[in-house]
C-alpha cells in the first residue's frame, strides 16, 4: 500500500509537466482566440500631441475625398460614442486627413469631432498600415487598428472593455 501512496503522490507532482511539455512542444497554446476585434498595432506608435491623460482616443484617417463609406464609418463612430452612455465623456473623437485645408470632408453633423491640423509624420506612419481607424490610451499610445470595413459591435465592445478595465 506504501508503494501505491508513493507513486501517486510522485504522479501528482510529475503530471502538470508532462501536461506543460505537451502544450509547448504541440503549439497547443497558440489555437487560443484573444477576445479584441480589432488588431494590435505591431509599432509602436505615439499621439502624446493629442493625449491629455483623462480620454480615450478614437482617430480617423481619411486617405483622400471622403466618400459615402467615409461618412458611414464616422456616422458610425458617433453611434459608438453615443451607445457608451455615461462613459462617452471618457472618449474624444479625431480625425486626421491629409488636407485640412479643402472642404473635403463635412463635419457639420459632427460638432464634436476634432479635425487634426496637417501632421505629416503621423498621417504617413497611420496611412502605410491597412487600418484606418485607430483606438489610443489616454496617454496617447494606438493599440488598436480597425480597417474601413469594421464591425461597430466590435468597435464598441473593444471601446467598453477598455473603459471597464481603466476605471479610476
Same mark, same amino acid.
Given at each position: 500500500?506504501?508503494?501505491?501512496?508513493?507513486? /501517486?503522490?510522485?504522479?501528482?507532482?510529475? /503530471?502538470?509537466?508532462?501536461?506543460?511539455?505537451?502544450?509547448?512542444?504541440?503549439?497547443?497554446?497558440?489555437?487560443?482566440?484573444?477576445?479584441?476585434?480589432?488588431?494590435? /498595432?505591431?509599432? #509602436?506608435?505615439?499621439?502624446?500631441?493629442?493625449?491629455?491623460?483623462?480620454?480615450?482616443?478614437?482617430?480617423?484617417?481619411?486617405?483622400?475625398?471622403?466618400?459615402?463609406?467615409?461618412?458611414?464609418?464616422?456616422?458610425?463612430?458617433?453611434?459608438?460614442?453615443?451607445?457608451?452612455?455615461?462613459?462617452?465623456?471618457?472618449?474624444?473623437?479625431?480625425?486626421?486627413?491629409?488636407?485640412?485645408?479643402?472642404?473635403?470632408?463635412?463635419?457639420?453633423?459632427?460638432?464634436?469631432?476634432?479635425?487634426?491640423?496637417?501632421?505629416?509624420?503621423?498621417?504617413?506612419?497611420?496611412?502605410?498600415?491597412? #487600418?484606418?481607424?485607430?483606438?489610443? @490610451?489616454?496617454?496617447?499610445?494606438?493599440?488598436?487598428?480597425?480597417?474601413? @470595413?469594421?464591425?461597430?459591435?466590435?468597435?464598441?465592445?473593444?471601446?467598453?472593455?477598455? /473603459?471597464?478595465?481603466?476605471?479610476?
Amino acid at each position: 500500500m506504501s508503494k501505491l501512496k508513493f507513486l /501517486l503522490i510522485v504522479f501528482v507532482f510529475v /503530471l502538470p509537466f508532462i501536461f506543460a511539455k505537451y502544450f509547448f512542444d504541440n503549439d497547443a497554446t497558440s489555437t487560443r482566440g484573444t477576445t479584441n476585434h480589432g488588431s494590435f /498595432l505591431v509599432d #509602436e506608435i505615439n499621439i502624446t500631441s493629442l493625449a491629455d491623460n483623462d480620454h480615450w482616443i478614437i482617430l480617423q484617417v481619411i486617405d483622400g475625398k471622403c466618400d459615402t463609406s467615409c461618412q458611414d464609418n464616422m456616422h458610425m463612430l458617433r453611434q459608438i460614442n453615443t451607445a457608451l452612455g455615461k462613459d462617452m465623456g471618457r472618449v474624444k473623437r479625431y480625425l486626421l486627413h491629409k488636407n485640412t485645408n479643402e472642404n473635403t470632408v463635412n463635419l457639420d453633423n459632427y460638432p464634436k469631432v476634432i479635425l487634426l491640423d496637417r501632421s505629416e509624420t503621423l498621417y504617413n506612419k497611420l496611412t502605410k498600415m491597412d #487600418e484606418r481607424i485607430f483606438i489610443a @490610451d489616454p496617454f496617447g499610445k494606438i493599440i488598436l487598428g480597425y480597417e474601413n @470595413d469594421f464591425i461597430a459591435k466590435g468597435l464598441l465592445k473593444d471601446i467598453k472593455k477598455l /473603459l471597464k478595465f481603466s476605471k479610476r
